[in-house]
């Protein structure tokens, strides 16, 4: 299943995304929005935003450099949807 936040998503569905992202222990903060989750065979597959040793995003070209990541799928999604999108 491929998962889309979208900016202008309502809150309640946001903070229970995050809700969702947090239990796999992955950082909210770090997953960009808009963002595709992809969840496939037990894991989840996303980009996260990369920082330095000191904390610092670390730029490329003209955005935040990003990395993709993939984790044990834990919890399943907690929506009948795969798009979080603003009205």
């Known amino acids: 299943m491929k998962i889309v936040v979208e900016r202008g998503a309502n809150d309640a569905d946001l903070n229970l995304a995050r809700d969702w992202v947090i239990a796999h222990g992955v950082d909210p ?17 996303f980009e996260q935003l990369v920082r330095d040793e000191d904390g610092r995003f670390v730029i490329e070209g003209d955005d935040v450099k990003r990395t993709t990541v993939t984790v044990e799928q834990r919890w399943p999604w907690p929506f009948e949807r795969a798009v979080l999108a603003g009205a």
């Open 29 to 45: 903060n770090l997953v960009p929005i808009p963002a595709e989750i992809v969840v496939d065979d037990g894991r989840i597959t």
